[in-house]
């Protein structure tokens, strides 16, 4: 059983930069393949980036080239780096875990974070 932990996030403008951090325990973590999703207001849970064990990254085409998902086996984290963040971004982010070689499908993952609010003002 995985247990993750989200935080990180906050109220920002927009253009700035915010880094969300999930912090797992209860498993190998080393095996799972990390996503991290997001929910806003009055929309469906949507995928944003996920990590495989070996640091294959994967992104959504509205956050290619300003997010950055890394994960450190070592310390049994997944960071999610989001620059120049854009009003259209404020959402619940959560972390989730799939045994999956890769996944960008929500009902794949698993394990679940209690997210964390990220909001971006214009």
């Known amino acids: 059983q995985v247990q993750l932990v989200e935080s990180g996030g906050g109220l920002v403008q927009a253009g700035d930069s915010l880094r969300l951090s999930c912090a797992a325990s209860?498993?190998?973590?080393?095996?799972?393949?990390m996503g991290w999703f997001r929910q806003a207001p009055g929309k469906e849970r949507e995928f944003v980036a996920t990590?495989?064990?070996?640091?294959?990254?994967y992104y959504v085409d509205s956050v290619k080239g300003r997010f950055t998902i890394s994960r450190d086996n070592a310390k049994n984290t997944v960071d999610l780096q989001m620059n120049t963040l854009k009003p259209e971004d404020t959402a619940v982010y959560y972390c989730?875990?799939?045994?999956?070689?890769?996944?960008?499908?929500?009902?794949?993952?698993?394990?679940w974070g209690q997210g964390t609010q990220v909001t971006v003002s214009s």
């Open positions: 989730a875990a799939t045994p999956r070689l890769w996944s960008r499908t929500e009902y794949e993952y698993g394990y």
């Open positions: 209860g498993g190998t973590f080393s095996r799972y393949t």
């Open positions: 990590i495989n064990w070996s640091g294959g990254t």
